[in-house]
């Protein structure tokens, strides 16, 4: 798979990365560990070489679990977790970005990811009570010790950005974007081409409506987290499937698939965006790697536009409480 360079600090990693958040939390139960282990390692031998986790998935669990299947193949992949919130019996309990918590959780990972490094350590989320030159001058600090290689931000707004990278150079920012999610393009984008700074769109298939495997009819398991959100409604999904009929339509064309398209096209956006899409099945996996050989030409990209320009999405995609810590 082709190489791509996440900011000017040039961490280089495959076009696209694995999201391995669903392989124990958020969708349901936990992928047989049998099962996670082959596509973990799957996905390597595939050409991925950016594995996606944070110590809350589970909680700890993905952490393990990404410690145990890449192992074998530590010095041949790029490893990024995250901090940002309070676990207390085993759920979260509000953030906590304090230096000296950060310091905990980069220990606490390092034990799980069986590593000695880390080599992209995102904060999760936004906190407001920590100033977030104090968060990049831990970072800093812990980079300056040979802990982690690269620093990277979650959802964080403009200005939040710049005054992170003022203080220690972020490498990427991990934020939802994708056909189905175009905000940051309006202010998050332009920030990142003038810093210098790498995009990494976790949600790259809008939590798999993009496959067009998903309709009005689709049941969710009971704690398959976009139950909760308002795009995910029956009404929501009904409204949004003329979204999946126009990438079906591009796709004919194309002998590709509509998840195919989604990823092409944020590969063809920029050079420096490199998508995470999760999936527990080897057959999707290897779908979402061929995307990295689908090549949308200038007229197929505006033909997308002009397709989309006609398309009003229904629904939030985070409920009102959530949508509190994004964009910060």
Same mark, same amino acid.
């Given at each position: 798979m082709e190489k791509r360079t996440l900011g000017r600090t040039g961490l280089q990693v495959s076009a696209i990365g694995?999201?391995?958040?669903?392989?124990?939390?958020?969708?349901g139960p936990a992928t047989d $560990?049998?099962?996670?282990?082959?596509?973990?390692?799957? =996905?390597?031998?595939?050409?991925?070489?950016?594995?996606?986790? #944070?110590?809350?998935?589970?909680?700890? #669990?993905?952490?393990?679990?990404?410690?145990?299947?890449?192992?074998?193949?530590?010095?041949?992949?790029?490893? #990024?977790? $995250?901090?940002?919130? $309070?676990?207390?019996?085993?759920?979260? =309990?509000?953030?906590?970005?304090r230096p000296e918590h950060i310091r905990e959780v980069v220990e606490a990972s390092l034990r799980r990811l069986r590593t000695d490094v880390v080599d992209l350590l995102y904060q999760h989320r936004v906190d407001p009570d920590i100033p977030i030159e104090d968060v990049a001058g831990a970072v800093q600090q812990l980079i300056q010790q040979g802990k982690v290689r690269h620093f990277g931000l979650?959802? =964080?707004? #403009?200005?939040?950005?710049?005054?992170?990278?003022?203080?220690?150079?972020?490498?990427?920012?991990?934020?939802?974007?994708?056909?189905?999610?175009?905000?940051?393009?309006?202010?998050?984008?332009?920030?990142?081409?003038?810093?210098?700074?790498?995009?990494?769109?976790?949600?790259?298939?809008?939590?798999?409506?993009?496959?067009?495997?998903?309709d009005e009819n689709t049941r969710f398991d009971a704690n398959d987290f976009r139950n909760l959100l308002p795009r995910f409604t029956p009404e929501g999904r009904k409204a949004n499937q003329a979204l999946v009929k126009t990438l079906r339509q591009i796709a004919g064309r194309k002998g590709a698939t509509p998840a195919q398209i989604a990823l092409a096209w944020l590969l063809a956006q920029k050079p420096w965006i490199v998508p995470i899409p999760g999936t527990t099945k080897m057959h999707r996996l290897e779908e979402n790697v061929a995307a990295a050989g689908v090549r949308l030409t200038g007229e197929e990209l505006r033909d997308i536009e002009s397709a989309?320009?006609?398309?009003?999405?229904?629904?939030?995609?985070?409920?009102?409480?959530l949508l509190e810590r994004v964009g910060r």
């Open positions: 694995l999201g391995c958040m669903g392989l124990s939390y958020g969708y $560990k049998q099962q996670a282990l082959a596509l973990i390692r799957g =996905a390597v031998e595939r050409g991925v070489t950016l594995f996606d986790t #944070a110590e809350v998935y589970g909680p700890f #669990a993905n952490e393990e679990l990404l410690g145990e299947a890449l192992a074998p193949f530590r010095q041949r992949v790029v490893i #990024a977790t $995250k901090f940002g919130f $309070k676990i207390v019996g085993g759920q979260q =309990a509000g953030m906590d970005s979650s959802e =964080a707004g #403009a200005s939040t950005i710049r005054r992170a990278h003022a203080v220690q150079p972020v490498t990427a920012l991990q934020s939802e974007y994708s056909l189905w999610w175009r905000e940051p393009e309006r202010e998050i984008l332009p920030t990142l081409e003038e810093l210098g700074i790498g995009l990494v769109p976790y949600s790259p298939l809008g939590r798999g409506f993009l496959t067009g495997a998903i989309l320009s006609h398309i009003e999405l229904q629904g939030d995609r985070y409920p009102a409480d």
